[in-house]
Every structure is written in C-alpha cells, then in structure tokens.
C-alpha cells in the first residue's frame, strides 16, 4: 500500500498562527498535537512552517517546527512567499529521503504553485457576504477561494453550515467536503457562582459580524436586564459605534468593554455569568456557544445556521437584530431549569478536540486516496 495513503507527512502553512486568540488559533492550538500524535501512531508526521511572526502557542516534539520568513499580514504578499517557501520546503524533504504528501492550509488566497497536493479547511465565508464585506473584497475573495478550492486534494468545513454554504455558492460535490468542526473541552469548568449583580457575558471579537448592537438595545428595551459585559478584541472603530449607540440610549452605566479576555479567565467569566449572549449574525461554527453550553451557563443565540447546528435543541433562540426577542429570550435562559442546562451541558459534549483530530486526519487520507 502507499504510504500516503495511511500515513501521510503533512506540512500545515503556519504563517499566521501568531495572531491574537480567536478561533482559528484556538483550533490549531487544540488540534494540531492531536493531530502529529495520530500521524506519529501510523508511521506519518507532521510539520508546520512557522512564519516570521512566530506562532502564538506552543507546540509538542512531536511537530516539526520549520522557520520561514513568510510574512502574515499582506494576502498576496503572503500567498506568492508561501509558494516560493513550500517548494523549498517539499525539495529539502524530498532530498532527506522523507518527502510531503501534502501541504494544508486555512487561510487563502493560496499560491497557485505550491509544489505539493493541497488541503484546504475553511473556517467561514465572511469575506463573502454582502452584509460584511464591500464588493472588491467580495469579488477577490471569490476569485481566491475558487481556485484554492478548485485545485485542492481534499476540502474541509468548520461545520455543516459552511460545507452547505461551499456546495451551494461553488458547486462542489458534497462528498469531496469533510466537516471537521472544533472542540470544547479545553477548558475547566468551574461551579456556577453567579450571584447578585451577575452581568450578561458577550465573548469574542468586537466587529460588525458578531452582531453586538442588539444586546445594548435590548437593555435600552428591557431595564430588567442585567448589565453586560463585552469581553472580547476591539476591530476596526466597532467598539467606538457602539459606545455611541450605548450613549445614544442612555445605557452607558449598564455597559462594560473589557478587552480581550485572557484564556485563563475564561472558566471564571462562564461561571459568573447571568447569562452568555450569542448574538452573531455571521459565524462559521459557533465555538462560544458550545464553550458556554458545556460551562452549564444559562445561554441564548442568535437564529443562524452555525448556532442551530451546535446549540441544543432547549436553547433560547432569538431573530438576528430583533432586540425584544433578544431581551425574552435572555430571561428564558435565566429561567431555565435545571433539566434543561444539563440537556445543553451534555449536547455540548460531543464537541471533543480529539474527534476534530480524527476527522482532520480521515480527512487528508481519504482525499488522497479519492
């Protein structure tokens, strides 16, 4: 049998794994030791090419660290050193006797030469949506995902909702996509401890895609609410839109902008909270969801198709933008027995890092040998 086919080398473009804690990072922290681990069993490995930014997180022994110079910031830029840098990469492996079988990545756009069969794992399609993106950065996106996708080996969705998205706007068999989702048990759960004055937790970036107004006027609707906390990275002047609109109606007291939350904190700030908001308009997965859901947190999300896939069936849902639905739902989640929590603390459990690790790997073998 060929090697590739049941223990591939797999080289992971890295260059951009030094950015700040979000979801792509978190999946490749999580994911990536699991992943060397199940190729090192086989007789396979795995490598990363790390950029000039270095990576944000460490890595076990059992990942081959290789130093480029690939810039992380500048798409095209990035794309034509990552091209140059992983056919030298593929030629100094194949001149050692242990060659690559396959280069992954989840960023695009994608150097056209590569030098190796490629694997792409799409995390969403901001970039894509009308509502998000301004019409150049929506053509270009389009051109750049068509021909990543167009030439891969084997594609990969961070969830169902994506790989409907991709079948649907680029016409790809549905089974030459994988899904390969994340996990939630990084994370110690601590008892719930939210007491008098527990404020209303809104975890992730500060941008317009996450969907954030909703809960201000919601508590401009609803004084009964309990005060918020937004504890995530501000991007772009979002955070200065809201304060505004905060300001505007006359909640200002009532809201707080934390900043990013430190990784370690996280535990504490879903124990603590009245109620975690999940308000986005657009996700590619929906990892605060499950995170909060599996902490035993009281929950509500938003009605989209990444929330509806992950959240339990027992989870308050509101319409995206729609303030008094928020503000019900939010009391619907406080009022929750404890029947419910649990159902939704075991519904999250399905989402371990090791099975995500598994599927990535299934993935890559699969597709080589399609």
């Not at 048990?185 to 996450?210: C, F, N, Q, S, Y």
């Not at 839109?241 to 809201?255: F, G, K, N, W, Y």
């Not at 090791?354 to 040998?369: F, K, M, N, Q, R």
Request: aromatic share 4%.
């Amino acid at each position: 049998m060929n090697r590739a086919l049941n223990a591939p080398r797999v080289l992971v473009l890295g260059s951009v794994l030094g950015q700040a804690m979000g979801g792509v990072r978190r999946h490749n922290a999580e994911v990536l030791p699991r992943v060397a681990q199940i190729l090192a069993a086989r007789g396979g490995s795995l490598a990363v090419a790390v950029g000039r930014g270095g990576l944000g997180f460490g890595l076990p022994s059992t990942v081959e660290l290789l130093s480029t110079n690939i810039p992380a910031q500048g798409p095209l830029r990035r794309a034509r050193s990552e091209g140059r840098w992983t056919r030298r990469l593929a030629a100094e492996a194949r001149a050692a006797g242990r060659p690559f079988d396959l280069v992954h990545s989840a960023h695009q756009p994608l150097s056209r030469n590569l030098g190796l069969p490629h694997s792409l794992l799409v995390h969403d399609l901001r970039n894509l949506s009308a509502a998000h993106a301004i019409l150049p950065r929506r053509i270009y996106a389009r051109r750049a995902l068509d021909r990543a996708l167009a030439g891969a080996t084997c594609v990969q969705a961070v969830s169902a909702a994506v790989k409907t998205e991709l079948v649907e706007t680029f016409g790809l068999d549905k089974e030459s996509v994988w899904v390969v989702g994340n996990g939630a048990d990084h994370m110690p759960v601590l008892p719930r401890r939210a007491g008098a004055g527990a404020r209303l937790l809104v975890l992730g970036h500060i941008e317009p895609r996450k969907g954030l107004a909703v809960v201000i006027e919601a508590l401009a609707d609803d004084p009964s609410l309990p005060d918020v906390l937004f504890a995530g990275r501000a991007v772009g002047e979002e955070q200065e839109r809201l304060e505004a609109l905060a300001r505007s109606l006359q909640v200002t007291e009532r809201v707080e902008f934390a900043g990013a939350a430190d990784e370690g904190d996280l535990p504490r700030l879903f124990a603590e909270a009245a109620c975690v908001v999940c308000p986005s308009e657009l996700e590619g997965f929906g990892i605060v969801a499950v995170e909060a859901a599996r902490a035993g947190a009281p929950l509500a999300v938003s009605r989209i198709a990444p929330h509806e896939e992950v959240a339990s069936i027992a989870t308050p849902r509101f319409e995206v933008g729609d303030a008094s639905a928020c503000a019900r739902a939010i009391h619907e989640a406080q009022q929750a027995p404890t029947g419910a929590l649990e159902q939704a603390q075991k519904n999250a459990g399905r989402f371990a890092w090791g099975s995500v690790a598994d599927a990535l790997v299934t993935s890559w073998i699969e597709g080589l040998g399609r």
